[in-house]
């Protein structure tokens, strides 16, 4: 059952017996998603897919974390798939510092891409510009598949689809909440220690299910899939005889 922004506030003020302003659990919110993010960050479900074209630089979306992979499409329908190399962005200016290169190649032949910032001033616009080279003068684009930053539940407002986290996985997120909750409170360590417990479980059984989900993914053998593992608990101080 998905969790909504309003259903978190209400089981956390109900737990903790607080009433907190939206401010501070805003902060609660956004501090646990990122901590939940941070472990699963890999996770197959959190990426997503652009494409950039053969003869010019692109900037990418404004959720874009971090690039997984570019490719060339070539042959009937696509069928053949090459990765590109990631290289400098100086490299590319002084290899290929043509604005464009002639060919009447039906693919021609790309090799490599490179990330450079942008200078927009917009806070909440992308700032990582991607690039290809060579640049040719055809028409086409390169699939660009990358790792994404999920919306945060704050941002929603209970009527649209709510974010992976909410949807799937509640209880680590609610468990995540309440331990950033306890530690603005100043709570008790026995308190913590249990909300601390049960966050370590609900995030173990997401590990599982992201760990299953890498070993059903096709992994070059070179770079087996590495399991994610949950810290444990923090214990509380021992009292001094």
Not at 30 to 43: F, M, S
Not at 145 to 171: A, F
Not at 180 to 186: G, P, T
Not at 206 to 223: I, M
């Amino acid at each position: 059952m998905a969790m909504t922004y309003t259903d978190l506030k209400e089981n956390v003020e109900e737990i903790t017996e607080m009433d907190f302003k939206v401010a501070q659990l805003d902060m609660f919110t956004r501090q646990a998603e990122q901590k939940i993010y941070g472990v699963i960050k890999d996770l197959p479900i959190l990426r997503k897919d652009t494409t950039i074209g053969f003869n010019r630089a692109a900037t990418l979306p404004a959720d874009c974390l971090y690039i997984h992979s570019v490719t060339q499409k070539s042959g009937t329908d696509g069928v053949n798939r090459k990765a590109l190399i990631q290289k400098d962005y100086d490299f590319l200016l002084e290899a290929y510092p043509l604005a464009s290169e002639t060919t009447d190649a039906v693919d021609p032949e790309l090799k490599y891409y490179a990330l450079n910032s942008s200078a927009t001033e917009d806070y909440y616009a992308s700032r990582m510009v991607i690039s290809v080279a060579p640049r040719w003068n055809a028409t086409g684009t390169c699939p660009i598949e990358y790792q994404y930053q999920p919306r945060s539940i704050v941002d929603t407002d209970g009527t649209e689809e709510q974010p992976w986290l909410g949807t799937n996985y509640d209880s680590a997120l609610l468990n995540a909440v309440l331990v950033e909750a306890a530690r603005f409170m100043k709570a008790e360590p026995d308190i913590l220690q249990l909300y601390d417990a049960q966050y370590a479980l609900a995030m173990q059984l997401l590990a599982d299910s992201v760990n299953r989900l890498g070993s059903d993914s096709y992994r070059p053998s070179s770079s087996p899939a590495q399991p994610l593992t949950v810290p444990a608990p923090a214990q509380p101080p021992q009292r001094q005889e």
